[in-house]
């Protein structure tokens, strides 16, 4: 039912319908409001569950799936709290297989390259579609348009919008706990797999149909803390194994060794202090990527030196920012995930140390969200055009590359600031068109490069800061050109008409839509007669 | 027969392999594996195509796989490729780009001299975004026997394209024979200056010296497009033995093209038997002998690296030490420990108000005639206001 096309507001070409659900076109931001009211899941009533409160299956995932009703059509909802080290999502499919279900929805909180054994799945019709980032071997897989159905690529925020709208129903949340007891109250950090914090599976658990939760430490009732509440909870599921916690941290939570990016960093830090935006009380969130933990170190010394203190700092917590924390430059980590065992220990141990949601960070459809209130917020890019907007999604040549996480709604931070080197291995980063719109330009205020900062024309208060600072303040275009003279001019790609995913804005609208990738991207050959 | 050239595999960044077999029949057969196909896997063919025409190569299969080498380096792999195959130079290589065509001067400042390795093309792309005064593009020590060749054109190609964004370009040759076929190479492509490696007589310089004028006397077509083309190229010498250093003095008068003398440490203390320790007590004698011989000769004395990246604080009480002594500058071998080094021969406020008042003082004398120039009850001698301009000069240069 691809059949409808429209041009939204950023001008963009996008479907009204995908996999048979109508869409809002991107209205801008601000331009959508949505009215009604909230869904929410039917009514349970406790004579249903056993008075003791033991919940605990006897015969494992399949069963309690099997009592979940399990059926063709069904959406899953799995979380990705253990990142690269997650052991249940993949069981959850094998079992469907096991039980001759088909055309499943998946809607994971994101997913890792450890999830790409499920292709067999989305090969043999097990799973319909993803609904959740698609990177690694998934995103290759979703860009050579072999999925049947349309990825739908959306926000942490907007993932929790799209539950409490009723966009997507989940039939049954499968959450991973590293602690529980047998009336479903669950932790995520302690247990001998502690990986941090739950907060993306609690949208699953206040609206999902049926709720599993599968852990490896069964504890007595009642587990304390718990984020997740017994009471959403059907079944318990105890095995041996639910994750590998050392596999939370990924390549990219390592700090870069790269001279050029922290350069980057180092300049981004600067600007920072220059804008006159590290002062006492401010708060700061910076993402997980190298230069973004680079820019941390920065902050902390330049926090020393000047003498201030942040009132709270926004996490992926890691350890970096536990020294802060522990030190006294921080007076509150606000979590959103743990990035290493540090941050689970902290999260653990210090009252200071705080686990959040997507509901209480990033949700659009909340009476307000954290992320508008932090001052400087430091994010990565694939590519940046002229007019400031980015992409996060998709690499130049249009191959799915990362899900957008809490990217688009970190933009509403009072001080936005993508830190990106100026090419990587040849490809200009900085566009005259994005492959992919993630994030509108006039909430993207700042761009620094290896080569010079860019500030957005719309923030004339940033530029009149910086002006007679000795930073390398350049407009965008000339960054551009510099670059090109570099690189040369790479050649336009002439996108396909097959979408095979779509891109939500943070209030569900559809922002942009991405197209399958032409034959292999990798390798190009051709033989004596190919050129005049 | 085929000629490899460069490196390919996951680890490998903006480089390229080439694979090249010369064939009697058959035509070009063209085969790219290249990461950034899409965005440029036309140009790259057209390049390729175009450069096989111009060394007369009319049938080959050429395989280049590429980790988004930029076109000045696929160009070097697929050069060094025609050579190994046995041909010879086709028609003269890419023009020099404005951006990396502009002048050094003998008396500029040589804190931080950043070494390169010469057939790592990734560092040398945004090299001169740190600011060194100096890039080093090492042909020497940096670079495998057998890939000297290969590294020989990359640089000469870097030198050509490369905007360093105002460092002074510096190559560093080969000892002896191979260091005369590095000249040859580098010489017609203008670098700012040479860095000859362990010297241990003024004869090498002179020979250098030489050799430098014959190739520029024979190339004379490039220095007649204009002036700028004329200029020096300087040398700096780098002592690395104890002969070295027994004769630094006259080292360092060898060619009125010298602007500074430079030590190696991890040689010296080899040739004389010593252990490298942190503070380099076992070198006092050479760094003493090569100061002065520098100072005397009235060019610019330069330390050598600090070989512990990960040291910052290391670095910078070494690069202080140095300063102290009479260095002018130092070498590093990462662009982290560049910023650093500055800051260690950042002049400390109270030296920059002396300096200004020096200065100023020596003006006023002269614009009143007076042969004697005097601030409070000191004399100030010529030395003493040349030493104030450079701390003036050095506190502009920023870090």
């Known amino acids: 039912m691809k059949d409808r096309f429209v041009t939204n507001a950023a001008r963009r070409i996008v479907p009204t319908v995908v996999n048979g659900i109508p869409q809002v076109p991107y209205r801008g931001v601000g331009g959508y409001r949505p009215t009604g009211r909230r869904v929410a899941p039917q009514i349970a009533s406790s004579m249903d569950y056993p008075p003791d409160g033991n919940k605990v299956v006897a015969g494992g995932l399949a069963e309690a799936l099997h009592r979940c009703g399990l059926k063709d059509g069904m959406t899953i909802s799995t979380h990705h709290h253990f990142r690269d080290g997650d052991l249940v999502a993949g069981q959850v499919f094998d079992i469907a297989a096991g039980m001759g279900v088909r055309d499943l929805r998946w809607f994971p909180s994101a997913s890792f390259p450890c999830h790409s054994p499920l292709i067999r799945h989305l090969e043999s019709g097990v799973i319909h579609h993803i609904e959740g980032s698609l990177n690694g071997p998934l995103g290759d897989y979703c860009s050579s348009g072999r999925m049947r159905g349309t990825g739908v690529l959306r926000s942490h925020g907007g993932r929790w919008q799209a539950i409490q709208d009723g966009e997507v129903e ?122 973004a933990l680079a820019f941390g170190i920065y902050l902390a010394d330049l926090m020393r030196r000047r003498g201030v203190r942040a009132r709270f700092a926004r996490g992926g917590s890691n350890r970096y920012l536990v020294e802060m924390l522990e030190e006294g430059l921080v007076d509150y980590i606000l979590d959103g995930q ?150 040369g001019k790479p050649d336009r790609m002439e996108p396909e008409e097959t979408i095979v995913a779509v891109v939500k804005w943070v209030d569900g609208t559809i922002i942009d839509a991405v197209r399958k990738v032409p034959g292999s991207v990798v390798e190009a050959s051709s033989g004596a007669d190919a050129m005049e | 027969m085929t000629a490899n050239v460069g490196r390919s595999g996951p680890d490998v960044r903006s480089d390229c392999r080439v ?151 510096s190559v560093r040759i080969n000892q002896g024979e191979r260091g005369f076929d590095d000249l040859r190479e580098m010489v017609p492509t203008r670098p700012h200056s040479i860095l000859i490696p362990k010297v241990e007589t003024a004869e090498q310089v002179e020979a250098v010296d030489r050799c430098i004028r014959e190739i520029r006397s024979s190339s004379d077509k490039l220095a007649s497009d204009n002036d700028d083309a004329k200029r020096d190229i300087f040398l700096v010498p780098i002592i690395e033995s104890a002969r070295g250093g027994l004769n630094a003095a006259s080292i360092a008068t060898a060619s009125p093209h010298i602007v500074s003398l430079a030590i190696g440490l991890e040689d010296y203390t080899a040739d004389i038997g010593a252990r490298r320790s942190k503070d380099d007590r076992e070198s006092d004698w050479l760094r003493s002998q090569v100061l002065n011989a520098a100072r005397a000769a009235g060019i610019e004395p330069s330390d050598s690296v600090f070989s512990d990246i990960a040291d910052d604080a290391g670095l910078f009480a070494s690069a202080r030490e140095a300063r102290d002594r009479g260095f002018d500058g130092k070498g590093c071998i990462h662009p982290r420990q560049i910023g650093i080094i500055h800051r260690a021969f950042a002049p400390e406020p109270r030296e920059v108000e002396q300096a200004q008042r020096i200065v100023e003082a020596f003006a006023a004398a002269n614009r009143q005639g007076l042969g004697v120039v005097a601030l409070g009850s000191k004399m100030i001698d010529p030395p003493v206001v040349k030493r104030a301009e450079r701390i003036l000069k050095i506190a502009e240069g920023g870090c």
């Open chain 1, 170 to 291: 989940i039939d049954i949340a499968v959450i991973a706990a590293p602690s529980a007891d047998p009336f479903g109250n669950a932790t995520g950090d302690r247990g001998p797999s502690a990986c941090g914090g739950l907060g993306f599976a609690l949208a699953d658990a206040n609206f999902a149909d049926k709720v599993i939760v599968v852990t490896d430490n069964l504890v007595p009732f009642p587990c304390i803390p718990w984020q997740i509440q017994g009471n959403h909870v059907d079944y318990i599921v105890v095995q041996e194994q639910i994750g590998i916690p050392e596999k939370i941290v990924s390549g990219t939570t390592q700090i870069t060794r790269s001279a050029d990016r922290l350069l980057i960093a180092e300049l981004t830090a600067r600007f920072c202090d220059e804008a006159g935006l590290v002062r006492d009380g401010f708060s700061f969130q910076a993402g997980a990527g190298g230069t």
């Open chain 2, 19 to 169: 694979e090249l077999e010369l064939r009697t029949s058959g035509g070009v057969e063209f085969h790219l594996v290249s990461k950034v196909a899409a965005l440029y896997g036309r140009d790259i063919e057209r390049q390729c195509r175009s450069m096989l025409a111009e060394w007369g190569v009319l049938h080959c299969r050429l395989s280049l796989y590429d980790a988004g080498a930029l076109s000045f380096i696929i160009a070097a792999r697929l050069e060094c490729a025609l050579r190994r195959s046995g041909l010879t130079p086709g028609p003269s290589t890419a023009p020099l780009r404005p951006t990396a065509d502009y002048p050094s001067h003998r008396d500029r400042l040589r804190r931080s001299r950043l070494y390169l390795p010469g057939n790592e093309p990734k560092f040398f792309l945004n090299a001169g975004l740190h600011r060194p005064d100096v890039v080093i593009l090492d042909l020497e020590d940096s670079v495998s026997p057998s890939e000297k060749d290969a590294a020989r054109i990359l640089v000469r190609n870097a030198l050509l394209t490369v905007n360093f964004y105002g460092a002074e370009r």
């Open chain 1, 338 to 487: 743990t990035f290493d065992l540090d941050g689970v220990r902290s999260l653990r141990e210090n009252p200071r140390h705080i686990m959040t949601s997507p509901f209480t960070s990033y949700n659009y459809h909340g009476k307000g969200n954290f992320a508008s209130l932090v001052d400087v917020v430091v994010l990565g890019a694939t590519e940046v055009d002229l007019g400031f907007n980015a992409n996060v999604v998709t690499h130049s040549d249009g191959r799915l590359l990362h899900g957008i996480g809490g990217w688009q709604n970190c933009l509403f931070a009072g001080c936005t600031i993508l830190p990106i080197p100026s090419f990587r291995d040849r490809i200009p980063v900085i566009v005259d068109r994005v492959t992919t719109l993630c994030g509108p330009g006039e909430l993207i205020d700042v761009i620094v490069t290896e080569r010079g900062i860019a500030i957005n024309p719309r923030r004339q208060d940033l530029i009149d800061k910086l002006r007679g600072t000795s930073l390398p303040i350049r407009t965008l275009d000339d960054i551009k050109n510099e670059v090109e003279e570099i690189c």
